[in-house]
């Protein structure tokens, strides 16, 4: 993380001092409240581990803590004092708060929540932590934005398949749509590796999104990275066993192309492109050989001007 210098030069030895009568529990949510931006960002540091240590005795993987009242009831103290603490944190004045608070969800979620709350913690991850995580990706601050990027990432690994298209896709992909702002479509590069994991994703409408969003996806990532990964992931769709894909897939190859120098267009794009005029019965695309006609015109003159004469 990046150093912030924090002006605690008016702070007083009271203002600054820690109540060492409180359990740690009782600290950090005493003082990521603090008027002193200093208080703030020790404490946040501590959510991580003190959630943890404070849910250490729970048994993990349960997959109904609620049918278990004594545990239950310790997992629930500890949500009820962390969690509501993380949202006036995500809007805190000190990007550097929320910088290292972008850094903390990994741990919340996956150890705190996750293992030891089972359902009730993952549904928890899902309804509160993500949209929470959501502002921080989308920050204004390019600090705190690459944390909590790394941390969806993170995050991704404890969502379950089925849930990943809702909550990790939608949190990716509009980065990428960031047309303006290129600092915010970099922010989406280091969710490659996700953005190729939903695209082998067993629900096909999951697996639709990411074909729609191959030509944009691209130009969040450096030219010979898009033609060594996404130019082949394009024939994954192109061949997906969905329609759908198949036609999303197609619908977004002209303006994949355009995004691609003329060394990184292989053949293979080319061919398909030129099918999509000449041979759209040979695609297997259940009837919309027309769309993707028109889609072939449409974008012929961005693909005209990359390919080059030939």
């Not at 989308?138 to 909590?148: G, M, N």
């Not at 990716?172 to 960031?178: D, G, I, R, S």
């Not at 060594?228 to 002209?254: C, E, H, M, N």
Request: glycine residues 6%.
């Amino acid at each position: 993380m990046s150093s912030h210098n924090i002006d605690s030069s008016g702070a007083t030895f009271e203002d600054l001092a820690i109540d060492d009568t409180l359990t740690d529990l009782e600290r950090v949510v005493r003082y990521v409240h603090s008027n002193i931006a200093l208080q703030r960002v020790i404490h946040v540091r501590m959510l991580e581990e003190t959630a943890v240590a404070a849910g250490s005795d729970l048994p993990r993987q349960i997959p109904h803590v609620a049918a278990y009242p004594a545990l239950y009831d310790s997992f629930e103290k500890t949500v009820e004092a962390i969690v509501p603490v993380l949202e006036p944190l995500v809007s805190d004045a000190e990007f550097v708060v929320r910088q290292h608070l972008a850094g903390q969800f990994p741990g919340l979620c996956k150890v705190h929540l996750v293992e030891s709350g089972g359902d009730v913690g993952y549904k928890l991850v899902l309804d509160k932590m993500v949209p929470l995580l959501n502002r921080l990706v989308t920050d204004v601050q390019a600090e705190v934005r690459h944390i909590a990027t790394d941390s969806v990432v993170l995050v991704a690994g404890v969502i379950k398949p089925e849930d990943q298209g809702q909550h990790i896709l939608t949190l990716v992909l509009p980065l990428a749509h960031e047309d303006g702002d290129e600092q915010m479509r970099i922010t989406a590069v280091p969710t490659l590796h996700t953005f190729l994991r939903l695209a082998k994703d067993d629900i096909w409408g999951v697996r639709k999104a990411c074909a729609e969003s191959l030509s944009d996806f691209a130009m969040t990532l450096s030219g010979p990275t898009r033609a060594r990964v996404l130019a082949p992931l394009f024939s994954t769709f192109a061949t997906d066993q969905s329609k759908w894909v198949r036609i999303a897939a197609y619908q977004q190859l002209g303006p994949l192309i355009a995004t691609l120098s003329r060394d990184g267009v292989s053949d293979v794009l080319v061919t398909a492109f030129t099918n999509m005029a000449t041979k759209p019965s040979t695609l297997l695309l259940g009837g919309a050989e027309a769309d993707i006609k028109f889609h072939c015109a449409y974008n012929y003159p961005a693909v005209a001007a990359t390919v080059g004469p030939t």
